[in-house]
């Protein structure tokens, strides 16, 4: 009862951030940035979405926002019909559309009671940066709903579907990249090689679309982005500082996640999409805190695997630094937990190579031959 109160209380706090942030400053969100860039880009053309002469005026006007577009083309291609709509409207649509992908994720991957289930759905939208990532207008939750349908396609024997579906991590590939390399290693080979092949096609127009001087623009805008004053990241880089030790970590982290992949071949896709994610946390170089979404998807899918009871007990200790995961002196504790929960994934996953090899295996006596003696 007193983790039902808990999450309850934050629950309300969560919600009560999401009005305030989408009704009370509704131009202040991160799709009124999305919005124009997509704007500028059906205006001006694909690559001007990353000139801030040209596309950061609009934005600027509008908002008071200085923010240039930082997401690959196939986003802005994706909002494109919603910029012909007025800016409340296209929010509306855009946010419902967010909040139905958390509950399709929800709906494709909590197991066991109804009680158990809406307790999973709950706790969930208690965490803040969960809901942040949804009032924000975030690409993440989007993404997130594909590697859930990629998952959904995998048990039925899909394939191709499934990896249609993977390639929409194009839209925001830091919370998710590694789940194709995960998937590679545990044998999925057909879903790896058909998202490789759609993912060099979007990638093409997308070369096409901007030009090396759209390319280079956007190299520029991140740059920006990046030098922005008030804007914190989450990456290993961002917390403990660039260097020799963050790329150690960011290595590490992505050779710990596919070798889950690895271990876990041939015994479901949960383990190695939730290593896929869990990892891509600590390997990517540019994360926001609502990217940490991904660590709620791979939890979730841990828990279709009935987990042991020491693994349940690191997600309730891990659960309170989540939801404060949003605050400057959280980063390096959260990020030690990031750690320590990829790590417990690998040894998960060995326990349950150690447990297959060792059950009992029924072992059938044959018969000894008939002898046939000659009369």
Not at 10 to 16: A, G, R, T
Not at 290 to 308: E, G
Not at 329 to 351: D, K, Q, R, Y
Request: aromatic content about 12%; glycine content about 8%.
């Amino acid at each position: 009862m007193a983790a039902v109160a808990v999450v309850l209380v934050l629950l309300v706090f969560s919600v009560v951030q999401y009005f305030a942030l989408t009704i009370k400053a509704p131009w202040q969100l991160d799709f009124s940035d999305f919005y124009f860039a997509a704007r500028t880009g059906m205006a001006h053309g694909w690559a001007q979405m990353y000139n801030t002469s040209v596309s950061m005026p609009a934005l600027y006007a509008a908002s008071g926002n200085w923010l240039p577009f930082l997401h690959p083309p196939v986003f802005a291609w994706v909002l494109a019909p919603l910029s012909l709509l007025p800016y409340p409207v296209a929010l509306a649509i855009w946010d419902s559309f967010l909040v139905g992908c958390y509950l399709f994720c929800w709906r494709i991957l909590a197991s066991g009671s109804i009680g158990r289930r809406l307790f999973l759905l709950v706790a969930g939208l208690a965490l803040y940066p969960v809901t942040l990532g949804l009032a924000l207008g975030q690409p993440t939750m989007v993404v997130l709903a594909a590697v859930c349908l990629c998952y959904w396609f995998i048990g039925r024997e899909q394939p191709l579907l499934a990896a249609a579906a993977l390639s929409v991590i194009a839209l925001k590939p830091q919370s998710s990249f590694l789940v194709p390399f995960a998937l590679l290693l545990a044998g999925r080979v057909r879903v790896f090689t058909g998202w490789a092949l759609f993912s060099m096609a979007l990638a093409a127009l997308c070369l096409v679309a901007l030009g090396l001087h759209g390319l280079q623009d956007w190299r520029h805008a991140i740059e920006i982005g990046y030098r922005l004053p008030g804007i914190r990241f989450n990456s290993v880089a961002s917390t403990i500082g660039p260097g020799v030790l963050a790329a150690t970590i960011n290595v590490l982290a992505g050779g710990i996640a596919v070798s889950i992949g690895r271990v876990a071949a041939r015994r479901g896709a949960e383990l190695p999409i939730a290593a896929g994610l869990s990892g891509s946390m600590l390997a990517t170089p540019y994360l926001s805190v609502t990217d940490l979404a991904a660590l709620l998807i791979a939890a979730w899918l841990i828990l279709r695997l009935q987990p042991s009871r020491w693994l349940k007990a690191l997600m309730m200790v891990g659960y309170l630094p989540f939801f404060f995961a949003n605050e400057p002196h959280m980063h390096g504790p959260f990020l030690v937990l990031e750690g320590a929960w990829l790590i417990a994934l690998l040894v998960f996953a060995v326990s349950l190579g150690v447990q297959r090899s060792t059950s009992p295996v029924m072992q059938v006596t044959m018969p000894p031959p008939t002898q046939i003696v000659p009369s």
